[in-house]
């Protein structure tokens, strides 16, 4: 095998791996855990804002 065939290869398998990564970050199994994950943020928000009402005092 030649350098050409090995580039070859190589590109044939990074394209597929990243069409199983696409096809996977898009799959409707995943759409829970990561709406879930982009929330994590707003529920130290919500924590802390109501400690704050209830202490009266900021973190």
Do not use: C, P
Not at 35 to 54: C, G, P, R, V
């Amino acid at each position: 095998m030649d350098a050409g065939t090995i580039h070859a290869i190589w590109t044939v398998i990074l394209f597929l791996s990243m069409v199983g990564i696409i096809f996977w970050a898009y799959s409707k199994k995943q759409k829970t855990r990561f709406d879930e994950a982009a929330n994590l943020i707003f529920a130290d928000e919500e924590d802390s804002t109501s400690s704050q009402l209830k202490t009266g005092v900021e973190k």
